[in-house]
């Protein structure tokens, strides 16, 4: 019952989120036009069941930097835009749309590349691939990348436990309060 619960609050809160930052949507993409010529950013990520979809967001590195993990990428490769929408979490907006489609949740454990064997193995131990990952999580909130595997997999196996409204309440409060400081970087 929470899961439906939560996938109609997931619609919900993503068609308004989506509705109300449209003009903000429309500003960002024009300055990242400027900034990179290709504002928008897609990327294959392990979704759930571990089947692939493509995560959209807005491009805060340069075009020609390798497909890796965040905390893998060289900070030298971060636009100064960039460095602001990671900085403000507004890179994050158009995966409204990957929540909308449900592909993604709000609240989940963050959507890895299929090249992190060594997260994808931990967490297909603890089951975290049997919901959909998420825009932000616990692990998020508290300043656990994927940079720490194990210690990752842990969280998001605790969030799932744990779960319920008020947790994902909870997350989405936290994360718009500016709580987390998203992924490392080199």
């Known amino acids: 019952m929470t899961s439906v619960v939560i996938r109609i609050l997931d619609i919900i809160f993503s068609v308004i989120g989506l509705l109300i930052s449209l003009p903000i ?26 089947k692939p979809f493509t995560l959209v967001k807005f491009r805060t590195m340069k075009k020609e930097t390798a497909h890796v993990a965040s905390h893998l990428a060289s900070a030298t490769s971060i636009t100064r835009w960039g460095r602001f929408l990671r900085r403000t979490k507004l890179d994050e907006l158009p995966q409204l749309w990957n929540v909308l489609r449900g592909e993604m949740s709000l609240v989940g454990p963050r959507p890895c590349l299929f090249n992190q064997h060594e997260l994808i193995h931990k967490r297909k131990l603890k089951g975290v691939f049997n919901v959909r990952p ?46 987390g400081a998203g992924d490392r970087v080199l």
């Open 134 to 179: 998420g825009i932000t999580g616990l692990a998020q909130i508290n300043d656990i990348d994927m940079s720490s595997p194990t210690l990752l997999a842990e969280t998001d196996a605790k969030m799932l436990f744990e779960f319920s409204i008020l947790n994902y309440f909870r997350c989405i409060l936290h994360t718009v309060l500016g709580k």
């Open 25 to 50: 949507l429309c500003i960002l993409f024009i300055v990242g036009w400027f900034d990179t010529g290709s504002p928008i950013f897609r990327q294959q990520r392990v979704g759930r069941y571990q």
